[in-house]
């Protein structure tokens, strides 16, 4: 792990924008929006509490997901995931959730509905985004670091189950002192599709279909 938790760029590539409070269902939050200095991609965090450099912050780094997220589809555990990484964060009082638009693992999301397409034919998720030629996750995650870096952040306990988005969020900089499983209760199609995840993507998973 690294132990500096330091950028190693001379200045930031993404920019705050505005700041605002976020009053939902779950709880008081603060709601900011970020722009790439470097590309189109827009980016929302999600924080409540302090963000102190030194204590061990909860934190989302949270791909779009809008046929999970906005339209309730069970198909995924997006949407159930990001309202329980909100009530984790409401219920300790500190933790922030970077909303990155990385929809379907970083095709789109047209080409999402595409790759739906696929798995209705029987594919599964990675194989009908290779069929699409795409890879099987194409996100990247270095400007989620710096818009943790910019909130003030350094020491996170990573709400996550994905092992290469811990890896590139300690590669760019920050110090993991902590992985938080956070897992929901998983239903068929969704069971078939954290399956995959897990054997053919190396997600940390334990789950009961």
């Known amino acids: 792990m690294n132990t500096n938790c330091s950028t190693n760029k001379t200045r930031l590539t993404v920019e705050k924008i505005a700041?605002?409070?976020?009053?939902?269902?779950?709880?008081?939050f603060k709601?900011?929006?970020y722009r790439s200095l470097n590309s189109t991609e827009e980016f929302v965090v999600l924080f409540k509490g302090e963000m102190e450099r030194n204590v061990p912050t909860?934190?989302?780094?949270?791909?779009?997901?809008?046929?999970?997220d906005v339209f309730g589809?069970?198909?995924c555990d997006c949407g159930p995931q990001l309202r329980k990484a909100m009530e984790m964060i409401e219920a300790e009082g500190r933790g922030a959730i970077v909303y990155q638009q990385q929809e379907g693992r970083g095709i789109?999301?047209?080409?999402?509905?595409?790759?739906?397409?696929?798995?209705?034919?029987?594919?599964?998720?990675?194989?009908?985004?290779?069929?699409?030629?795409?890879?099987?996750?194409a996100r990247e995650y270095e400007q989620c670091a710096e818009i943790l870096f910019d909130l003030g952040l350094c020491e996170v306990r990573m709400m996550s189950n994905n092992?290469?988005?811990?890896?590139?969020l300690e590669d760019a900089g920050l110090r993991i002192v902590e992985r938080v499983p956070i897992e929901v209760q998983a239903k068929?199609?969704?069971?078939?599709?954290?399956?995959?995840k897990k054997e053919k993507m190396g997600h940390l998973l334990d789950f009961n279909e």
């Open 58 to 68: 909860l934190v989302r780094i949270h791909s779009q997901c809008l046929t999970g």
């Open 73 to 75: 589809s069970i198909k």
């Open 108 to 137: 789109g999301i047209v080409n999402k509905i595409r790759a739906y397409a696929l798995q209705d034919e029987g594919a599964d998720t990675v194989e009908a985004n290779e069929q699409l030629g795409f890879a099987a996750d």
């Open 19 to 28: 700041v605002a409070n976020l009053p939902t269902k779950i709880g008081d």
């Open 31 to 33: 709601i900011a929006g």
């Open 163 to 168: 092992p290469d988005k811990i890896k590139a």
């Open 188 to 196: 068929q199609p969704a069971a078939h599709y954290l399956r995959t």
